[in-house]
């Protein structure tokens, strides 16, 4: 597992709330900004996208993902977690189901901001702490059609 420097973890938080200033929350006003450092040393963030059918919201952590697989990245080696305070916010169950199928765990770092944009809490978790037990399918087999896909 590579080890995140403390110059990745800021550059990491850095994405996560600037993002977070982006997101569309006009039902929770709960804005909600993450990103992801991958392997190559890249950074992808997303923010909360929310939808008067509550079902069809997009969690920042999903964007996050879906922005680093849109980019042609896949492995995560940790996540920051923007929210307001007074005490970070925890990705949902189905956040933490969708990173782990990316890592079975990285370094998660939680931040919360006061109105004014200033840190007023900090923490750190790793992704089996915060879901130890993930649903796992066995790994899928190369169908036919993905092989005529690569020719």
């Given amino acids: ?24 929350a006009p039902y929770s006003r709960y804005r909600v900004g993450a990103s992801l450092l991958t392997r190559d040393g890249r950074v992808h963030a997303g923010c909360n996208v929310e939808n008067a059918t509550s079902g069809a919201t ?4 999903r964007s996050a993902v879906c922005a680093m697989v849109a980019s042609g990245a896949k492995d995560p080696v940790a996540c920051a977690i923007v929210t307001a305070g007074p005490r970070p916010g925890l990705p949902c169950g189905i956040c933490r189901q969708v990173l782990t199928e990316f890592a079975r765990d990285m370094k998660v770092l939680l931040v919360a901001e006061d109105d004014a944009g200033h840190v007023v809490a900090r923490e750190t978790a790793r992704l089996s702490s915060l879901f130890p037990r993930p649903f796992r399918l066995p790994a899928p087999k190369t169908s036919k059609w993905a092989k005529q896909e690569r020719r």
């Fill in 1 to 24: 597992m590579k080890r995140t420097s403390e110059a990745d973890l800021r550059r990491l938080v850095a994405a996560a709330r600037a993002v977070r200033s982006r997101a569309y």
């Fill in 58 to 61: 997009s969690c920042a952590e």
